[in-house]
């Protein structure tokens, strides 16, 4: 099942800080961000275990919540290199294994 | 440079033809995953390999889509007959392991004409 990211799309000023919130309807092992500019592949940006913890990235942080299933990235005085679309792919478990699904992407602009 | 490698970049066919992608991953990687991603949509899982074993292939994949990794280390993705829904970027992952980071080529892009 997709995870559900959410806003969809979100338009910046330089300096302004964002979050990008993705959620399971599954338990999730662990979730990783990545960020794709427009014609480019998917860079990977961080991953969250299961009984982690925050991490941060410059001024780009995460969150994994475990008992709400979500995870939320944190980009704090954007710059204009932020700009592009962000993914989440969430780790979950069932009896045939671990599956890795990438959720529909958030895009974020930022305006000079 | 010892990230995923994709050849070729860009691939033009007319509708019908039969066209061959390669990967290269990561050489310590164990898995790989092939993706296709349409304009605006996340990346949209095709298959995966744990070493040179198919462990998995996306129920929404036509049998026109057959991948290989003979020897574990590089892969090929052949679709055949290809059709105008094909066109999409094709891109390439790798991990160690199942809950990895997955590292990306730069991807294959597929115009059906």
């Known amino acids: 099942q997709q995870p559900v990211q959410s806003p969809q799309a979100v338009i910046l000023r330089e300096g302004e800080d964002a979050v990008i919130n993705c959620s399971s309807s599954?338990?999730?092992?662990?979730v990783h961000w990545y960020r794709q500019k427009h014609g480019e592949a998917p860079v990977f940006l961080m991953i969250l275990l299961k009984g982690g913890e925050q991490k941060g990235h410059e001024k780009i942080s995460a969150s994994f919540n475990e008992k709400k299933q979500q995870s939320s990235l944190y980009l704090t005085a954007s710059q204009l290199s932020y700009s592009g679309t962000y993914f989440c792919?969430?780790?979950?478990?069932?009896?045939?294994?671990?599956?890795?699904?990438f959720g529909p992407g958030t895009r974020l602009s930022v305006l000079p | 440079d010892t990230g995923v490698s994709q050849d070729p970049r860009h691939k033009i066919t007319k509708r019908g033809q039969n066209v061959t992608f390669r990967c290269d991953p990561i050489?310590?990687?164990?898995?790989l995953y092939w993706y296709r991603q349409t304009l605006g949509q996340g990346p949209e899982f095709l298959t995966y390999f744990q070493n040179e074993a198919q462990l998995e292939k996306s129920r929404l994949l036509s049998d026109r889509f057959s991948a290989e990794r003979p020897k574990g280390s590089f892969s090929t993705l052949e679709i055949q007959r290809t059709e105008q829904g094909d066109s999409a970027m094709y891109l390439c992952?790798?991990?160690?392991?199942?809950?990895?980071?997955?590292?990306f080529g730069p991807g294959t892009r597929l115009t059906v004409l």
């Open positions: 992952a790798s991990s160690l392991g199942s809950a990895d980071t997955q590292y």
């Open positions: 050489s310590e990687h164990n898995r």
């Open positions: 792919g969430t780790v979950t478990s069932d009896n045939y294994g671990q599956n890795f699904v």
């Open positions: 599954k338990a999730l092992y662990s």
